[in-house]
Every structure is written in structure tokens, then in C-alpha cells.
């Protein structure tokens, strides 16, 4: 992210994407907390002034202070609907990810292609991640993985 305040303008990458939120979750090299490494940082470019977003794809965007908004508050649902989905009992990444819905217009995990599934689960686990990070959840190993519940 590079930000031009004299001119106005973010160059975003993929960090601000105006449209769709980047996925989260696959990180090379692997990093404890991806999502919570994202939302920080979302909250340091909002407070940048608002800028023209520039993405590496998608249309140009008039606002990051808009967008970063729309983005934060998009994850702290998903945070909010993991934790629901686990409230019963422990579920793994997922199993999870099988609960929530996907993309824009709510698409059913079982409707996404083996790869956005993929990518689903991943980001369903750096979100359960994070409610650990937060001691929202606890994270114990299982036969099937990571196995997190409510705390």
C-alpha cells in the first residue's frame, strides 16, 4: 500500500479491494494471525485522510475511509457468525465454513467450486483464529483438526 496524500490517492494492491474483501487465511510464510495482521492494518490506512483507492483490480473506489469501514465491519460479522456456529458444540475450521454463507449473495458452501471451498475454509479458520486471539473461543487439538468452542 502506498498512500499520495498530496494527490489524493491510496494504491491499494489487494489490501483495499473496492468490490470484494481479499482472502484471508493463506499466507506464505504461514503467519499466527493473519486476520487480526488485516484488520490492523485496515485500521491504520483509515487513519490515513480519506483517498481515491487505486486496487490492483476492480474499479477505482472514492473512498478508503468508506471502504475500510465496509471491510472492517464485514469481518467483525463473520467474527460474530463463526462464534454462533460453534456455540453448541466444538466444530473444526470446516465444519464451520459449512454453516456460513459465501460471497456477496449467500451462496451455500456445497455451491462453491472445490477451490473457493478451499479458500473458505482457510478464511473461516483465520477468523476462529482470531476469536482465540481474543478470548472469545479456545482452539484444542482433535481427531479432525483444530477444534474450537465458546469460551
Excluded: C
Amino acid at each position: 500500500v502506498f498512500a499520495e496524500k498530496a494527490a489524493g490517492l491510496l494504491f491499494a494492491g489487494d489490501h483495499v479491494l473496492p468490490t470484494i474483501t481479499p482472502s484471508i487465511g493463506f499466507t506464505v510464510p504461514p503467519t499466527p494471525d493473519p486476520l487480526g495482521d488485516f484488520m490492523a492494518s485496515l485500521v491504520r490506512v483509515r487513519e490515513l485522510p480519506d483517498l481515491m483507492v487505486l486496487p490492483a483490480h476492480g474499479p477505482v473506489a472514492p473512498s478508503t475511509h468508506a471502504r475500510v469501514d465496509e471491510l472492517l465491519l464485514h469481518h467483525e460479522q463473520r467474527l460474530g457468525l463463526s462464534l454462533a456456529a460453534i456455540a453448541a458444540r466444538p466444530l473444526n475450521a470446516h465444519a464451520v465454513a459449512h454453516q456460513l454463507p459465501w460471497t456477496r449473495h449467500d451462496h451455500a458452501y456445497d455451491e462453491l467450486d472445490l477451490f473457493a471451498q478451499g479458500m473458505a475454509s482457510m478464511e473461516t479458520k483465520a477468523h476462529l483464529d482470531l476469536l482465540v486471539a481474543q478470548g472469545r473461543a479456545t482452539r484444542t487439538d482433535g481427531p479432525d483438526g483444530f477444534l474450537y468452542a465458546v469460551v
